[in-house]
């Protein structure tokens, strides 16, 4: 064998260890197994965003925050070394098996300005994995009634409340016929009032004088929340809700009886 080919074997034999090693290298690579996806909570709770790894061997786990002021994600933590004076933020590891762990990221107390996208985040020179999770922060929100019958010409008051904030930033829509208004555009004889009390901002809506016009949904908003009662204004509402509960009950004691009558069988038939 000329010293070429020495030379040429030895340059292959390097070229097929070099591949092999990155292979390795690749296939040993953390994973993550949790996927980006989306998580809501009220105002005040922990928030708890998971990140699940395998082999995480000698690497970290990253914990970004996307900043929308500069379109950039910036880090929150790494490993269990947080960088934010905020006191709120912490992180919890703990592992499962040799190869399994999980890193999450604790949020409590949360707030309004917690809501956003966070990034887990697993990266070297060569490579990384990260998920995203979308956080959304909302606010304790209700409607009362959510569904009422009236006459017309009755009075009708729908109690929109927030809770643990106090806002008058509450818009009401209603929408009919597949078609959605601001109510303003188009109704009168329509009242709001609002109020602030024991923690709970309520925004009334009142219809004074309720017509058949007025039956759709009904919906309060306040930013990405929103939450809709059903109104139907109809001669003979009374009647027809008294109707509806009467056959309501007449099916719940009919399905009693049917299972009183199987029981009883299957107990004549045990004696038997």
């Given at each position: 064998?000329t010293s070429?080919?020495?030379?040429?074997?030895?340059?292959?034999?390097?070229?097929?260890i070099?591949?092999?090693t990155?292979?390795v290298q690749?296939?040993?690579f953390?994973?993550i197994?949790?996927?980006?996806?989306n998580?809501?909570i009220?105002?005040?709770?922990?928030?708890?965003l998971?990140c699940h790894v395998?082999?995480?061997g000698?690497h970290?786990v990253t914990?970004?925050?996307y900043?929308?002021?500069?379109s950039?994600?910036l880090?929150?933590?790494v490993?269990?070394?947080?960088?934010?004076?905020?006191?709120?933020y912490?992180?919890s590891?703990?592992s499962?098996?040799?190869?399994?762990?999980y890193?999450?990221?604790?949020?409590?107390?949360?707030?309004l300005a917690d809501d956003?996208?966070?990034?887990?985040k697993?990266?070297?020179?060569?490579?990384?994995v990260?998920?995203?999770i979308?956080?959304?922060?909302?606010?304790?929100m209700?409607?009362q009634p959510?569904?009422l019958y009236?006459e017309?010409?009755?009075?009708?008051?729908l109690d929109?409340m927030i809770?643990?904030?106090?806002?008058s930033s509450?818009?009401?829509?209603?929408?009919?016929?597949n078609q959605?208004?601001?109510?303003?555009?188009?109704?009168?004889?329509?009242?709001?009032k609002?109020?602030h009390?024991?923690?709970?901002?309520?925004?009334q809506?009142?219809?004074?004088?309720?017509?058949p016009?007025?039956s759709?949904?009904w919906t309060?908003t306040?930013?990405?929340?929103?939450?809709?009662?059903?109104?139907?204004?109809?001669?003979?509402?009374?009647?027809?809700?008294l109707?509806?509960?009467?056959?309501?009950?007449?099916v719940?004691?009919?399905?009693?009886?049917?299972?009183?009558a199987?029981l009883l069988?299957?107990h004549?038939?045990?004696?038997?």
């Amino acid at each position: 064998m000329t010293s070429r080919q020495v030379s040429l074997a030895v340059f292959l034999l390097l070229t097929i260890i070099h591949e092999l090693t990155a292979t390795v290298q690749i296939n040993d690579f953390p994973r993550i197994l949790t996927r980006t996806h989306n998580q809501t909570i009220n105002v005040s709770d922990t928030a708890i965003l998971t990140c699940h790894v395998t082999n995480l061997g000698n690497h970290h786990v990253t914990w970004l925050k996307y900043d929308r002021n500069t379109s950039i994600f910036l880090p929150l933590t790494v490993g269990e070394e947080v960088f934010l004076s905020e006191k709120r933020y912490s992180v919890s590891s703990y592992s499962i098996s040799s190869v399994h762990s999980y890193w999450n990221l604790e949020i409590y107390n949360t707030q309004l300005a917690d809501d956003g996208t966070y990034e887990c985040k697993i990266s070297n020179r060569r490579r990384s994995v990260s998920i995203k999770i979308h956080l959304h922060v909302q606010i304790p929100m209700s409607i009362q009634p959510s569904r009422l019958y009236v006459e017309p010409g009755s009075e009708v008051e729908l109690d929109c409340m927030i809770y643990n904030i106090n806002t008058s930033s509450i818009t009401w829509h209603f929408s009919s016929s597949n078609q959605t208004y601001h109510y303003n555009d188009y109704l009168y004889d329509i009242h709001e009032k609002y109020q602030h009390e024991k923690n709970i901002s309520t925004s009334q809506l009142i219809i004074r004088h309720a017509q058949p016009y007025h039956s759709g949904l009904w919906t309060c908003t306040y930013r990405r929340q929103r939450r809709s009662a059903r109104i139907v204004v109809v001669k003979g509402a009374m009647q027809r809700l008294l109707s509806n509960n009467r056959s309501t009950s007449n099916v719940q004691c009919t399905m009693s009886l049917i299972l009183f009558a199987l029981l009883l069988g299957h107990h004549i038939t045990r004696r038997i």
